[in-house]
């Protein structure tokens, strides 16, 4: 097949958001703070300023019962759930389909006060990876997102200032067979989930916001997506 012109950054950003995502968080540097938990889900976030802006990187392990990573990455990368789930989108649009994995989004988030509003144009990749660990262990799942040019739509063009991202979802699903060897159901699966995303907002923004708006919607987010998945599939077959 004749290769995408965006084929190759795809492949190489796919590796190395994986591997920095398989990483504890005490082999990823210094300086992470837990800075939300609940339940299972443990949320961390490092400071981080570029030109005065805070790019805060953040990093959040969860694991969800009776969901698997396909499902996961699945509900996370289908645009037709995206509005669902995505309480701060305002308009998303498939500017192109680069292939069955892969698409290329433009999306507007809703305003928030005092910063302008927010627009992102972004490669979402969608991939297996082999389980090189553990060989009978189930596969991981991943969705890679990252910010990319598009002639189509300029940068800062609109009325939206226009942030930089790239968003990390790796998903290992867990398979606890049951002891009489009756057939796997929900109870014997479960989901470890780590997402890592660090977003620029493109423009100033008051640090306070913006670290505000981070510790509040991270967690909000990440909960409501997750129990979106439960929600449905509870009833659905198994899509390992
Ligand atoms: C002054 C605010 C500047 C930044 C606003 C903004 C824009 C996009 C995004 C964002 C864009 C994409 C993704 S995703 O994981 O790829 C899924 C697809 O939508 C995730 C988060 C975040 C935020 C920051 C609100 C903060 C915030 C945090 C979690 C959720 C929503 N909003």
């Not at 396909?70 to 289908?78: G, K, L």
């Not at 226009?162 to 057939?183: E, M």
């Not at 907002?201 to 913006?210: E, I, K, N, Q, T």
Request: proline share 5%; aromatic share 10%.
């Amino acid at each position: 097949a004749v290769l995408h012109r965006l084929w190759a950054e795809i492949d190489k950003t796919v590796k190395q958001q994986v591997t920095m995502a398989r990483m504890g968080i005490g082999e990823c540097g210094t300086g992470w703070q837990l800075f939300a938990e609940d339940g299972e889900m443990k949320m961390y976030r490092r400071e981080e300023e570029i030109d005065g802006m805070v790019v805060d990187p953040l990093k959040a392990v969860h694991v969800v019962k009776g969901i698997t990573g396909h499902e996961v990455c699945h509900y996370f990368f289908s645009p037709k759930y995206r509005y669902d789930w995505e309480t701060t989108l305002e308009h998303m649009t498939v500017l192109e389909t680069i292939s069955d994995d892969t698409l290329l989004f433009l999306q507007t988030h809703k305003r928030i006060w005092p910063a302008s509003q927010r627009e992102a144009v972004f490669w979402s990749h969608m991939r297996k990876l082999p389980n090189d660990q553990d060989r009978d262990g189930p596969d991981m799942w991943t969705v890679v997102n990252n910010s990319t040019e598009d002639e189509s739509h300029p940068a800062n063009s609109g009325k939206c200032v226009r942030i930089y991202l790239t968003v990390c979802l790796l998903c290992q699903t867990r398979v606890h067979p049951p002891k009489d060897g009756t057939p796997i159901t929900r109870d014997n699966v479960s989901c470890k989930i780590t997402y890592c995303s660090v977003v620029n907002p493109g423009g100033w923004a008051p640090a306070s916001v913006l670290r505000a708006v981070y510790k509040r919607e991270y967690p909000k987010f990440l909960k409501r997506f997750t129990t979106y998945v439960t929600n449905q599939t509870k009833n659905k077959p198994i899509m390992f």
